[in-house]
């Protein structure tokens, strides 16, 4: 007994000449708000895309997307791995039990002890004394005194959770990417109905000036000029058509789905209103943005996976056993004095192979350190993101409206323009240079409302929303 105690604080000894484990957690220290102005705790990132959008076509479009999109097809895929990897760890948590059956015979020589026992037993009438039968169940089970197993488990359950996180980023991609698309789609037909305005206003500028030829007024040069202003217009037109052409086709694409049509709300662009947005604290990045909360689950199931890698310079204890029968006779095969059975136990500390395990110690102290630095990296991602959108937007709606300013200005001076080359008062290059900055601003107002929206739309998913 004393020589057994001896031996089992021997293996404990070999098995704690370990390195010192450190379970680390990343800071989540962020400033208190993202901006001086006083600001409450609500944050857009929680509303549903749905709401927030507030338009059936695309919302249809997000619908058809999220269903037949293949990135998220492929990533519903890799979750299903991840809950594979998960049953595969549970399954080395239980023991192992399995049944079987066999069946054996031999012929001895007839000049060894054995033969000639044979023959003894043969004659008294024994039927098959070298035959062998055997059936019954056996079991094997790694005891998990040290948590090796349930750690590993741990990892595996918090990987899937990490994967379906994967998959909420890339649903928040995907409805911001459709979304833009679709915006971008409005601007262009918007785009489209400025120069059809403009060409109706050069081809009338246009007869009007080979009208004043005729009569003497006006000469070739300007003839010319006209007309080439009302060629480059038709061409605009014709680049922009090839341009929504390819939208549509991308946001087929983005949805799964071949729809030649993409109806959309085009007339309301340049009316729809943005009003202020509820960005709430930076604190709430942490539990809205999926690439965080999916960076968090990573840091913990390293954690898990440290924890694993220590428990191998612990000893490991396995139990085996079974029971079953075994008989030479068929018919005395389930007979109660039949009956074998067997129970072991090993313990076992690692002593030569130490440097596999170091190794993979090392390596899973440092994948720790890896998913701590990543998941910092996501927090000052984020809130620099935030804070980028918060100026784009106040930026871009306040361009929008001076650029408002310099459109109405240059209305009125399509107008005077045309209303002094009438009598005489300017001449032609001046209606040309005033039809043209007209046209430029009306084309540049429609990008500054789409920044607009684009720039509603990225702090929108900037704060977390879209996944919701």
């Known amino acids: 007994m004393k020589s057994l105690y001896f031996y089992f604080a021997m293996l404990i000894a070999i098995g704690c000449q370990m ?14 708000q ?8 609500t944050s857009i990132a929680t509303i549903n895309w749905r709401e927030f959008f507030g338009d059936e076509y695309l919302a249809a479009l997000i619908d058809t997307a999220l269903i037949h999109n293949q990135e998220l097809n492929i990533l519903a895929q890799d979750i299903e791995l991840t809950k594979s990897e998960l049953l595969e760890k549970k399954g080395d948590y239980m023991p192992k039990v399995g049944l079987g059956a066999g069946i054996g015979t031999s012929k001895l020589s007839n000049n060894t002890r054995d033969g000639q026992l044979d023959k003894i037993i043969e004659k008294n009438e024994l039927k098959n004394p070298d035959l062998d039968l055997g059936i019954g169940a056996q079991m094997a089970w790694e005891i998990d005194i040290w948590k090796q197993l349930r750690n590993a488990k741990n990892a595996a359950e918090i990987r899937v959770i990490a994967s379906n996180e994967g998959k909420n980023l890339a649903i928040s991609r995907l409805v911001a990417e459709i979304a833009h ?11 489209i109905l400025i120069l059809d305005e403009n060409i109706g206003i050069q081809k009338e500028a246009y007869e009007k000036m080979k009208w004043l030829k005729e009569y003497a007024k006006a000469n070739q040069l300007a003839v010319n000029r006209f007309e080439a202003q009302l060629l480059n217009t038709q061409t605009k ?3 922009i058509n090839q341009t929504i052409k390819e939208k549509e ?18 007339y309301q662009l340049m009316t729809m209103e943005v009003k ?3 960005i709430g604290i930076p604190s709430q990045l942490i539990e809205n943005r999926p690439d965080i909360r999916r960076a968090e689950q990573i840091v913990k199931a390293s954690q898990y ?15 085996k056993a079974g029971i079953g029968f075994s008989a030479f006779d068929p018919s005395v095969l389930l007979h109660p004095e039949s009956i074998i059975y067997n129970l072991a136990g090993d313990l076992m500390a690692p002593v030569l192979n130490r440097n596999a395990f170091f190794a993979k110690y090392n390596a899973a102290n440092a994948l720790q350190n890896q998913a701590i630095y990543e998941y910092q990296q996501k927090v000052i991602i984020a809130y620099t993101e935030v804070l980028n959108q918060i100026n784009k937007l106040e930026n871009a709606q306040n361009s929008f409206k001076t650029k408002e300013k310099e459109v109405t200005l240059l209305n009125e001076s399509v107008e005077i323009a045309n209303s002094l080359f009438q009598y005489a008062k300017a001449d032609y290059i001046e209606v040309l240079l005033t039809q043209k900055e007209h046209l430029n601003a009306e084309m540049e107002l429609i990008d500054y409302k789409l920044d607009v929206i684009q720039s509603k739309i990225g702090l929108y998913q900037s704060l977390g929303g879209g996944w919701h």
């Open 34 to 41: 993202f901006t001086l102005k006083k600001v409450d705790s």
């Open 181 to 191: 698309t679709y915006y971008e789609l409005m601007a262009l037909d918007n785009s």
């Open 305 to 319: 996976d440290l924890k694993a890698a220590k428990a191998n310079f612990y000893p490991k204890l396995s139990l």
């Open 19 to 32: 390195p010192k484990m450190v379970i680390k957690n990343p800071e989540k220290t962020l400033p208190n």
């Open 237 to 239: 037109k014709f680049q």
């Open 276 to 278: 202020e947005l509820a």
């Open 249 to 266: 086709n991308y946001i087929q694409f983005l949805t799964g789905k071949i729809n030649p049509n993409i109806p959309r709300h085009s």
